[in-house]
């Protein structure tokens, strides 16, 4: 596909999409607005994962940070939503720098270690201080972003679609194409005068900040600051379960995953306990048998 | 005497940590694998042995045999059902495998810990103790079965040492975690070597789950930490050393117990946090790595 059609075929769902608070009930709105936010997490992780190579476990340290800086700005200071989005997306980004000075150092298993023991600090260091954060049981917010279904299911989904575009744009353009190519080969790509620290940063900082926009935004979305939305381990796996459902390296396959992913885990609540199992099952068979991912799957059959 | 106390108590988790851990990094050695359904095969273990005991009435004896049997089951089921097909897939570039092999078993661990929570609960279970009673150790009274723990402990690694140093099996297996092209070169099978070293695996990540069991006792919830702590342990130690691994066990474990008692048991994980960072910005390949 190449880079117009692609475009083109985006925006014609995203305006599907837009009309469909038209048609379809709140609660299918309100699983699709979470769906959206979980959405622009995965995309992030592409970039970082499926571009520059970073085997980041833990997205939930980027989100979470975004999150809880604007959500103990906004229960403390009372700032308002905007302004503390911009300094939990700002924060976002200082946690990426403090991530990406031992990625640039370390490899594979150990880099992946350092996510993980981040995230792992943060939601003790919450739980700790339980007195200003709410700790297990959540903060709550005085501001939402809005009331009604529908507003809310608009600024997710305009949310999404302006990520969406700059993260795929991104991905497509030349910038994209070196990430690639220090992710694969740092030495090669260093060797052909790319400066692979430079972009790598870049990547850090591109993927914190709309991790951390999109934490912060799903806090004012649901009212409340909670570890199991935003921090915990499981919600980073999820995060990661999504983009490489959906294929990495394409970003738009993180997306589909992710809505995927929530609306699987919905129809199959029925199921109770078992529904976290269907799903873990569900995602290690695409694993074995398709590795490339829903998206992969569609672009490799059409290229042959 | 709190100091006694710490020391006890530090020394007998610090053994258990010590065998889960050298499993964990044998398997690292041998084929590159880190193994994050490791928490969930311990938990397994534990509540087959409690179910064992319990509710199919073998005693905590055959109890305790049966959850280790089910660890080297799992374990083997884990390697030919997700670990196996990823590393021979044609599908996967080899560059990807590593980040494969750690999702496969991330969702692998999630599915048996989501399975043994729908059987059995998530609520916390604790083994039959193998030896009832308590007794004094150097005035702190001690229960025997924590005595007990650090003995098979010890005797585990004592006869894990004999294995690898004096047996031809061991000395394969070294030589594995070495050079395993070379190996192939001198006419050995890989996939009989990885056979083997899966089932020692089981059986380790068996024993420290048993014996956790009966000390601590589990449940489903503890899956996600009882990996971590193994991953942190063989890092701080060193990937694919096993002395490494052992050093690293008792640092981690008397850490935890030396801030339990005197901070908080709240926080009993953060200075571990705290040290791991530190070890791998300064020393990456931790402190007896090889690389």
């Given at each position: 596909m190449d880079n117009r059609k692609s475009f083109a075929a985006i925006l014609i769902v995203l305006a599907a999409l837009a009309l469909l608070p038209f048609g379809v009930s709140g609660y299918i709105l309100g699983l699709l607005t979470l769906g959206f936010y979980t959405a622009v997490f995965a995309m992030s992780w592409d970039l970082l994962?499926?571009?520059?190579?970073e085997v980041n476990f833990g997205p939930s340290f980027l989100i979470g940070t975004g999150a809880y800086t604007a959500g103990l700005l906004n229960h403390y200071?009372?700032?308002p939503i905007w302004a503390c989005t911009m300094a939990g997306a700002g924060a976002a980004v200082i946690g990426g720098l403090l991530l990406a000075v031992p990625a640039l150092r370390l490899r594979g298993p150990y880099f992946g270690l350092v996510t993980l023991v981040a995230v792992l600090l943060l939601q003790n260091m919450i739980v700790l201080f339980a007195g200003t954060t709410?700790?297990?049981i959540g903060l709550d917010l005085p501001?939402?972003?809005?009331?009604?279904d529908s507003n809310n299911y608009w600024i997710a989904l305009a949310f999404m679609g302006i990520s969406g575009l700059l993260l795929f744009g991104l991905s497509r353009s030349a910038v994209g194409l070196i990430l690639q190519a220090s992710g694969q080969d740092a030495v090669q790509a260093g060797a052909l005068g790319f400066n692979v620290t430079k972009h790598k940063l870049a990547a850090f900082c591109v993927s914190a900040l709309f991790s951390g926009l999109a934490g912060a935004m799903l806090i004012f979305y649901e009212g409340t600051a909670s570890v199991g939305t935003v921090v915990d381990i499981g919600v980073g796996v999820q995060v990661i379960i999504a983009a490489v459902l959906g294929g990495?390296?394409?970003i738009l396959g993180a997306a589909l995953g992710a809505v995927f992913l929530i609306g699987a885990g919905e129809m199959l609540r029925p199921l109770g306990e078992l529904s976290t199992f269907v799903v873990s099952a569900v995602a290690l068979v695409v694993i074995l048998f398709?590795?490339?991912?829903f998206l992969g799957a569609v672009l490799h059959g059409e290229r042959r | 005497m709190q100091f006694l106390q710490i020391l006890i108590d530090g020394f007998a988790i610090s053994s258990l940590y010590g065998i889960g851990a050298i499993g964990f990094t044998l398997i690292f050695g041998v084929s590159g694998v880190l193994n994050l359904s490791h928490g969930a095969i311990m938990v397994m273990a534990a509540v087959a042995a409690w179910a064992g005991a319990?509710?199919?009435?073998?005693g905590p004896y055959g109890g305790a045999a049966f959850g280790v049997t089910v660890a080297v089951l799992t374990s083997l089921v884990t390697y030919g059902l997700v670990v196996r097909p990823i590393q021979t897939?044609?599908?996967?570039a080899r560059e990807e495998r590593e980040i494969f092999v750690l999702t496969g078993t991330l969702l692998w661990g999630i599915m048996l810990q989501e399975a043994i929570a729908y059987f059995f609960t998530s609520n916390p279970k604790t083994v039959l103790p193998l030896i009832p009673g308590v007794v004094s150790l150097i005035g702190v009274r001690t229960p025997a079965q924590e005595i007990l723990t650090a003995a098979v402990a010890w005797a585990v690694i004592g006869l894990l040492w004999l294995l690898v140093n004096r047996t031809k099996t061991g000395r394969v297996l070294l030589a594995a975690s070495i050079n395993p092209r070379g190996l192939t070169l001198l006419g050995f099978e890989m996939s009989t070597i990885y056979f083997y070293v899966w089932a020692l695996y089981g059986l380790l990540a068996g024993i420290a789950g048993v014996l956790l069991g009966a000390f601590l006792g589990v449940s489903s919830d503890n899956v996600g930490q009882l990996t971590a702590s193994a991953f942190s342990i063989v890092v701080l130690g060193g990937l694919g050393s096993v002395g490494g691994s052992l050093i690293g066990a008792y640092v981690v474990g008397y850490l935890e117990t030396v801030t339990a008692y005197l901070?908080?048991?709240?926080?009993?994980?953060i200075p571990v946090l705290l040290l791991l960072v530190l070890v791998v910005y300064v020393r990456p390949q931790g402190l007896l790595g090889r690389r």
């Open positions: 994962f499926g571009f520059a190579g200071a009372i700032w709410g700790g297990e501001d939402v972003l809005a009331v009604d990495r390296r394409t398709v590795p490339g991912g | 319990g509710d199919l009435g073998f897939s044609t599908r996967i901070i908080a048991p709240s926080i009993r994980t």
